[in-house]
């Protein structure tokens, strides 16, 4: 190729419609012509250049409407920058800045909402552990009471020992961390916490309740 005229040297065979390897020229069967003039698109019978939509573009729009709970916006932004910068280097045959556009969006949004459902995930998970926590202490309670009536009527007396009801079918859990805070021949007083603050208490007279022993 010689540039300004664009000749094939002589006693070369034509090769087919194509760039140059700069991006500048196509070849269009028969001479080297400028990529930006209308010849480039359609000259002499050659084959038409056809810009193609760049495939990260696609991938970025994808991932972005999809977001994947936060990794796939991340992702898409990331698509999105590589998508830009080769389409800027593509000399204008491939496209999808639109595309990419939206993804960089759409990405936005995701990474925004990922933070916002993870930060009430959290939230609502500490939540969760208190009441299973709660749900604990209740139970053992009930069990501890039922353990201690069940003992009165075999000894004729509430016991102070929490060993002393494992026979009688109450298995002692640390987590719950029962206690037994009175124990005389007509009554018995349990109290447990859940969490730090979530006080609970049992007696033979009001069952399991909030409010402190009488």
């Known amino acids: 190729m010689t540039e300004g005229t664009g000749q094939l040297p002589a006693g070369m065979p034509p090769p087919p419609p194509q760039y140059s390897p700069d991006g500048k020229w196509w070849w269009t069967g028969t001479e080297w012509v400028a990529a930006s003039t209308p010849e480039s698109v ?22 972005g409407i999809l977001w994947l709970g936060g990794p796939g916006s ?43 459902t993870w930060a009430l995930v959290a939230t ?7 009441r299973g926590e709660t749900a604990l202490v209740k139970a053992d309670l009930r069990e501890a009471g039922k353990a201690e009536n069940d003992y009165r009527q075999s000894n004729g007396r509430f016991t102070g020992s929490l060993s002393d009801l494992s026979d009688y079918g109450y298995a002692e859990n640390p987590f719950a961390d029962v206690r037994i805070l009175s124990a005389t021949e007509t009554s018995f007083c349990l109290s447990a916490v859940g969490g730090s603050t979530d006080y609970w208490y049992y007696d033979n007279v009001q069952g399991l309740s909030r409010t402190p022993c009488s």
């Open 42 to 63: 359609a000259g002499f019978g050659g084959t038409p250049s056809r810009r193609t939509t760049n495939g990260f573009a696609i991938a970025a729009l994808v991932l």
């Open 74 to 116: 991340v992702f898409a932004l990331i698509f999105d920058f590589v998508t830009l910068k080769q389409i800027r280097q593509s000399g204008q045959t491939q496209s999808g800045h639109g595309l990419a556009l939206a993804g960089t969006i759409l990405g936005g949004i995701g990474v925004v909402g990922a933070v916002a």
């Open 124 to 130: 609502s998970g500490h939540s969760l552990v208190q």
